[in-house]
């Protein structure tokens, strides 16, 4: 892989484990990152790393009750969601610039569970699946950026329970 493949791939990964979790914690946020950037130069890292922090969500104090709604700059909502005594509560949705659908996850008192709907930039479905307590437990469907399915395993308690035709 290129230099540039690989720095887009560890972005894309940090921002998936970002931007899904829920947990709250910095510490575990920060060493996920720090983790996910082995190998890459300082320079790199911390252009990645504030990339990153643009999409942290974290709430106002840790027993806010509340609407959550961030906005890029051009006034383009980038996340709305609902936060419970501090914690990420029922759907949550995030945006891409342009204003399509980036994200839609459900979540109960700080933990993924429900429906989850992960989307390409140009709006097709990337993948989807069912969380509960926190843990993938489904069938996850994934697409290619045309929406043709490519691919689809089966969770059970974030464990691959294998690939199913």
């Given amino acids: 892989m290129t230099k540039l493949r690989t720095i887009q791939f560890i972005v894309l990964t940090s921002l998936g484990i970002l931007f899904?979790?829920?947990?709250?914690?910095?510490?575990?946020?920060?060493?996920?990152?720090?983790?996910?950037?082995?190998?890459?130069?300082?320079?790199?890292?911390?252009?990645?790393?504030?990339?990153?922090?643009?999409?942290?969500?974290?709430?106002?104090?840790?027993?806010?009750?509340?609407?959550?709604?961030?906005?890029?700059?051009?006034g383009v909502i980038k996340f709305t969601g609902f936060f419970r005594f501090g914690k990420r509560h029922g759907e949550w949705m995030a945006f891409y610039e342009n204003g399509l659908k980036w994200s839609d996850c459900f979540y109960d008192k700080g933990k993924k569970h429900g429906a989850t709907m992960v989307y390409h930039s140009n709006g097709k479905l990337y993948y989807s699946g069912w969380y509960k307590n926190d843990l993938r437990d489904s069938l996850w469907l994934f697409y290619d950026t045309l929406g043709k399915e490519i691919d689809r395993h089966a969770f059970r308690n974030d464990i691959e329970t294998g690939l199913v035709n």
């Fill in 20 to 74: 899904f979790n829920c947990k709250g914690g910095g510490s575990d946020s920060e060493q996920q990152k720090q983790d996910s950037l082995k190998g890459i130069s300082n320079a790199d890292s911390q252009r990645i790393v504030n990339e990153l922090n643009k999409y942290l969500i974290q709430p106002p104090d840790s027993d806010y009750t509340g609407d959550y709604i961030d906005k890029y700059p051009n």
